[in-house]
């Protein structure tokens, strides 16, 4: 991508200096459909039992105050958090990067809606956090979440994405903060809360496929993004190359692909985000119309 010296977001909160904190019982908040990651949660089980040894570790400790009460405890407000103030852990270069990206689909996003696209924030931690749904984990991929409207990302998912997934290159980042600015697209739409009223009156075969189409669109609006996305003088920001990088991260996130590698077998019914080769097909679907109108799913 050819970012010059564009501006960079100020939506962004770094708590990466936090250690570690923020595990607790998030209240109602992790409810199906509430927190919506890039990927299929590898972690599933395993997940909880994280979260539930953390949050008796810590009430043990007696280190979380406003947990203490239960029901529905919900957020921590900032104030409440113990975990102390450090120095960030990101790299400064991925973080202009970053902020750069963000700026990019404000400003996108912005023009293709109007001038009536409200930005999200783009919240980076490090390992734990506590989001407005419930705990933050960074096995959990990045996510974002509708309730407080923001993008909660673990930067170890860069190195996770050129490595493990064998998806490098700057699009492949990019593609990921895209993805989940289209998930708060799809809030500001009402497309969120449609799927997931759907989703409550759905069984969980049924409930699983509308997710899929939720995730598809979301592909699909990070194409829109960098297909639109500008320099000031409107010279596309895409360079020779970058699209076949936003392919190869699709395809490496596929539920299928990431079933075989976990598990050995492919179970369709329980696809949370689409096949790789539907991400992939969603994602260029995007960037070859340009338009969001053409992400139905
Ligand atoms: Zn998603």
Redesign the pocket.
Known sequence: MRFGDERESSNFEDVTGRSGGGFGLGGGGNALGCL???IASRFGIGGVIVLVIGYFLLSSLGGLGGLGGGGGGGLVPPTQRSAPVGKSTIDPNTRHFMLQVLASTEDTWNKLLGGRYQPTTLVAYSQGYQSGCGAAQSAMGP??CPTDRKIYLDTEFFNELSQRFQAPGDFAQAYVIA??V??HVQDLEGTLEQAHAAQARAGETQGNAIQVK??LQ?DCYAGVWAKNAVDPQGRPVMEQGDFEEGMRAAEAIGDDTLQKQSQGVVVPDSFT?GTSAQRMKALQLGYQSGDPSACRF
Do not use: C
């Open positions: 919506i990651p890039l996510f974002y993805h989940e289209g998930h939720v995730e979301a985000h």
